[in-house]
């Protein structure tokens, strides 16, 4: 009996480092030479779905010339929430209301003085980070692919 209880202990702490990694967001930042527009356009083409998923729940919520929102609605675990009903049901309650939550993304093109663009990408969780760096790397990717204009 005193195992199970040290095995629900540790699930516990477990569950709490999860939400802990899971809650950070981040910026990351990448240069380019091409246009505002371009990025912008590339993004809402990208994000939503497009090259990047076939399923996605990401919507955009905002876009201007030099910037784009997305937001990520994320629903509870219905395995997790499960696995919370037989350890007790007032977790797995919990989980279930408080368990899905929404995450944001945001891409900003900053013009640089030497024609070169700075792309910021800011998100609000693990799922948004995620998508935001595999833009980014769409971005280097796509201007990898550019041709040499001389």
Avoid: H
């Avoid at 939400?19 to 371009?38: H, I, K, W």
């Amino acid at each position: 009996m005193d195992s199970f209880f040290v095995l629900l202990f540790l699930l516990g702490i477990a569950a709490c480092a999860y939400l802990v990694v899971e809650s950070r967001g981040g910026v990351d930042t990448a240069g380019t030479a091409r246009a505002p527009e371009e990025i912008i356009n590339l993004a809402l083409a990208m994000i939503p779905g497009g090259t990047m998923s076939v399923r996605s729940s990401w919507m955009p919520t905002s876009s201007t010339g030099s910037s784009a929102g997305f937001v990520y609605k994320r629903r509870a675990s219905i395995l997790v929430a499960v696995a919370l009903f037989f350890c007790f049901i007032v977790p797995a309650i919990l989980y279930l209301v408080f368990g899905g939550k929404n995450q944001s993304l945001q891409i900003n093109v900053l013009a640089g003085v030497d024609g070169r663009n700075t792309v910021q990408v800011s998100s609000s969780g693990a799922v948004a980070r995620r998508r935001g760096r595999q833009f980014l790397r769409g971005v280097a990717a796509a201007r990898a692919a550019m041709p040499a204009t001389s």
